[in-house]
């Protein structure tokens, strides 16, 4: 045999094991994760058993969720359960030199902030109280805006001099809403017709998969206007509150929120995505209290607006929302000019959610500066207290996490005229492992 020849085959030789080294670091990479996410799993169904409102959703095998729940945990368990935590984070940390493709990396990141936020929780459990800021950081991997209280009273004066009538604005705002209160015998009618609507726009820039669905209830006395149950299998059980008046704006908003491409749609696509297609049994589970919640609500907020661009929304809802609930459509134009200054308001709820939690507010100060500042009526006020009670700095998720996505799609080519690839950025977004840090990088 030739030296060439001798040569060229050695040549193949080397690149024949260098191939099954990398494939052994991936396949070695690959089992050490899943290992880790399995741990992972496990610990946020265990911490599950001391909060009720931890664990949103688990459809994992069924011998891992634990049979007992809304039990009070003690010292020697926290601490067993923090140092769990804590050896989990440390695995992650020896992987971090291992060469990774673009959505390992995605993983390994979100595994990471995901058992950071368990960890925390664990500290909060403890009986910890945590600053404001500080809480939202640990857990959601972001912090709260500033609010300026001098820019929510521009908005409204703004309010003021349009709405009909004279004295206080949230007086006058409750009453010219209430002519666009939908009939409780009408609810589920106009519910219905904006899912569909919904779904079908979402249809046309997002492959909904096979077999998806969701059944809607209608609940009284909970501290949420709507909530998304998923159930696993492609199933959601969305529960819409209705103790207090629902107006015509409300359906298309909750039906896209919880709905498509909502919460539904997100839930469904990382199943499909990353639980049936790449065995990530990570997401099989979803503690609330994490950054997961975060790109959650954020890309469900900007969801809702590509799904009914420039003034679709308010066209698709006059001509066929309004007869269905057969309200009068007068004032409709003023109305929806409303409804855009209010939403600037929005904001304010983080704001009163720090000062309470903080200390700094009593329950009757809150409630009185939501009126104020976000024209609630006390009944109002006082339910949006009972959320920051139960949820406590959950409120930065759909500020923060509305401003994050928003920013994210701009900077990647998501502009205003470009409405495909907005769609295109957020599919993407609902359906890889993401966290709200990484998408500021």
């Known amino acids: 045999m030739s030296r060439i020849i001798i040569l060229a085959v050695f040549s193949l030789l080397l690149i024949a094991c260098g191939e099954k080294k990398e494939q052994k670091i991936k396949s070695d990479l690959e089992l050490k994760m899943n290992s880790i996410a399995e741990g992972y799993v496990k610990l946020v169904l265990e911490v599950g058993k001391y909060d009720a409102n931890y664990v949103d959703a688990y459809y994992g095998p069924k011998d891992w969720k634990p049979k007992e729940a809304n039990l009070q945990i003690d010292s020697t368990t926290n ?144 501290p949420w206007g709507a909530y998304n149950w998923y159930k696993g299998n492609l199933f959601s059980l969305i529960q819409i509150a209705t103790d207090f008046p629902v107006y015509i704006n409300s359906p298309v908003g909750l039906a896209a929120h919880e709905g498509y491409p909502g919460h539904h749609v997100y839930n469904i696509l990382l199943e499909q995505n990353l639980v049936k297609d790449k065995g990530w049994i990570e997401y099989t589970v979803y503690p609330l209290y994490s950054p997961q919640s975060l790109i959650a609500e954020g890309t469900a907020v900007i969801g809702e607006e590509l799904l009914f661009p420039n003034d679709e929304r308010m066209k698709f809802e006059k001509e066929v929302l309004f007869p269905i609930a057969r309200l009068d459509t007068s004032n409709v134009d003023l109305y929806y000019r409303i409804l855009a200054l209010q939403e600037k308001l929005s904001g304010a709820g983080v704001f009163a959610a720090r000062n309470f939690l903080n200390g700094d507010w009593t329950k009757e100060e809150t409630v009185s500066w939501l009126q104020k500042f976000q024209l609630r009526t006390k009944e109002r006020a006082e339910k949006y207290l009972s959320f920051i009670e139960t949820y406590r700095s959950y409120v930065v998720t759909y500020n923060m996490g509305e401003v994050i996505i928003r920013d994210y799609i701009e900077r990647n080519g998501g502009t205003e005229d470009n409405l495909a690839r907005k769609w295109e950025i957020l599919t993407r977004l609902i359906s890889t492992p993401q966290t709200p840090s990484g998408l500021l990088d």
Do not use: H, M
Request: aromatic share 10%.
């Open 79 to 222: 601490t067993k359960l923090i140092s769990n935590a804590d050896s989990l984070l440390n695995e992650l940390e020896l992987l971090s030199e291992y060469k990774a493709t673009e959505l390992e990396t995605l993983r390994y990141r979100y595994l990471y902030k995901q058992l950071f936020a368990v960890k925390t929780k664990l500290i909060i459990l403890s009986g910890s109280v945590l600053p404001f800021d500080l809480e939202s950081r640990a857990l959601y991997d972001v912090s709260p805006a500033d609010i300026n209280e001098e820019d929510l009273q521009n908005v409204i004066n703004e309010l003021d001099k349009i709405l009909p009538g004279k004295g206080d604005v949230a007086e006058r705002i409750t009453s010219f809403k209430k002519k666009f209160e939908i009939p409780k015998d009408k609810i589920a009618a106009v519910f219905d017709a904006a899912i569909k609507e919904c779904r079908s726009r979402t249809s046309k820039y997002i492959n909904l998969p096979a077999g998806e669905k969701f059944k809607t209830e209608y609940v009284e006395a909970k």
